[in-house]
């Protein structure tokens, strides 16, 4: 990846070991595991299974009657075409346009053993119906005619539909560009969040959307087995960009600054209000922080605490330990309040809101070195890789010798800036550990009390 001068909005991916461009979503790369894999195919193949397949249509092409030509297959191929007239008819007047929408692809082949295709229904002992799953919304989202796409829509085709792969309609516009197709599909409140197993992988629209070596294969191999005519590529790649920003969350918006934002309790009520979310406050009292960052880089809420529900984005626990061994790096140890601390001398200060968004700031744009062990338990390996002046690593593992490659290839500048919003006010424990932190590591990290 390339970041021109000044280009200081990133972070820092210590999963996956490369930087992400302020703005950029990233693809997840987890490979599925045989389980899984099989968890979730038999899932929709339990879905596929439901439909009636096309072989069952019985309306027959006048024109071809003697040749056993099914209407339904015509129809089919004129859809594909983008024959807007002909469709439109068969859908106002066919008797097999229940079948045709609410369907799935299918054809006989004689015995079994396809390999990319599951087996629906079964007729006689020589012949099988094999079937995609893909229905005709599936095939029209994958070509330029947002008007039969349209159509079909009007007509109550199922929106969410899957094929054997998990794979919706809006994944199809979103892998091959159609930008219209893709407008109209969620205008019809089809579920961006969905996920097909791609490449053993889980996948949603937006991933198919994305540039990638993975994705362009996917391309070429539908390609070239459904001999398809060549497209211009740059042009559908600008499609692809377009469907990125329609798949894109609200909510990765840049926030307005301090001036413009503020939470906002509501009378009786335990939630608490930003300009952007709500969140259910599980305990009165219990602190909700936004760390707002500049260059496009998405808002990002922590709540007080050690458990909360999965609204929050920064987990209790796990992100209070961060907080700990943070503390211990810096040397600037929170506040003991036995009570509350859990056995764990200073750990209830450590676990509110304000500490975890600076913890993960850190994880997300500076590279540290670690004081703990080279365990690779969960915790280390979040904290990231090790660069404290005058201490060496015993032994440097393959996954940290990445790390400290990818450290060399940094940016000269980073971003160094954020703003911290606390439902509460900020206590003298948070203020002086932001201290700390800015004072070790150069940062401008400020906290403030934002309440409407």
């Known amino acids: 990846m390339n970041l021109g001068a000044g280009m200081n909005c990133y972070e820092i991916d210590k999963e996956n070991i490369q930087f992400v461009a302020g703005g950029a979503y990233l693809i997840e790369s987890d490979m599925l595991n045989d389980y899984e894999i099989e968890k979730r195919t038999e899932s929709f193949k ?24 099914r209407k339904i297959d015509v129809v089919v191929g004129r859809m594909i075409h983008g024959n807007v007239s002909f469709v439109n008819q068969y859908l106002k007047t066919s008797i097999g346009r229940d079948i045709f929408l609410h369907g799935v692809q299918a054809w006989e082949t004689a015995g079994s053993g396809q390999s990319d295709f599951e087996s629906n229904k079964t007729g006689s002992s020589n012949v099988t119906i094999v079937t995609s799953g893909r229905t005709a919304l599936h095939l029209a989202a994958r070509c330029d005619y947002p008007d039969i796409v349209e159509f079909l829509l009007t007509y109550g085709a199922n929106v969410d539909a899957v094929d054997v792969s998990g794979r919706t309609a809006l994944m199809e516009a979103a892998l091959w560009g159609r930008w219209k197709n893709a407008q109209l599909l969620l205008a019809y409140g089809a579920n961006k969040l969905l996920e097909c197993i791609h490449n053993r992988r889980p996948r949603r629209a937006i991933d198919l959307a994305l540039p990638s070596e993975e994705n362009a294969l996917a391309r ?3 390609a070239f087995v459904h001999r398809r005519t060549k497209e211009d590529t740059l042009a559908q790649d600008i499609n692809r960009q377009v469907i990125v920003e329609l798949l894109s969350d609200e909510e990765r918006s840049t926030l307005p600054g301090p001036l413009g934002f503020a939470f906002q309790r509501r009378r009786n009520h335990r939630s608490l209000l930003s300009f952007i979310t709500r969140y259910e406050i599980p305990v009165e009292g219990k602190t909700v922080a936004c760390m707002i960052r500049h260059g496009g880089l998405p808002p990002v809420f922590a709540m007080s605490g050690f458990t909360h ?3 929050i ?9 961060v907080v700990m061994r943070l503390c211990r790096l810096i040397g600037s140890y929170p506040d003991k309040w036995p009570r509350r601390d859990q056995g764990v001398p200073g750990q209830f200060y450590a676990s509110h809101a304000e500490k975890k968004l600076i913890a993960y700031f850190i994880y997300k744009h500076k590279f540290l070195l670690s004081d703990i062990s080279n365990t690779e338990d969960e915790l280390t390996s979040m904290m990231g890789t090790l660069n404290l002046r005058g201490r060496t690593p015993r032994a440097i593992s393959p996954r940290k010798f990445k790390m400290m490659r990818l450290q060399a290839a940094s940016p000269e500048t980073s971003l160094c800036e954020a703003n911290v919003m606390s439902s509460t006010p900020i206590c003298a424990d948070c203020e002086r550990f932001a201290r ?6 150069g940062l401008r990290i400020r906290l403030c009390h934002s309440l409407a």
Do not use: C, H, I
């Open 220 to 222: 070429s191999a539908a």
């Open 46 to 69: 339990e879905q596929v299974a439901l439909k009636p397949p096309w072989t069952e249509a019985t309306e027959m092409y006048p024109a071809f009657s003697d040749r056993s030509l």
């Open 436 to 441: 700390s932190v800015n004072e070790v590591l």
């Open 313 to 321: 984005e920064l987990p209790g626990r796990p992100w209070v330990n």
């Open 309 to 311: 529900d999965g609204s």
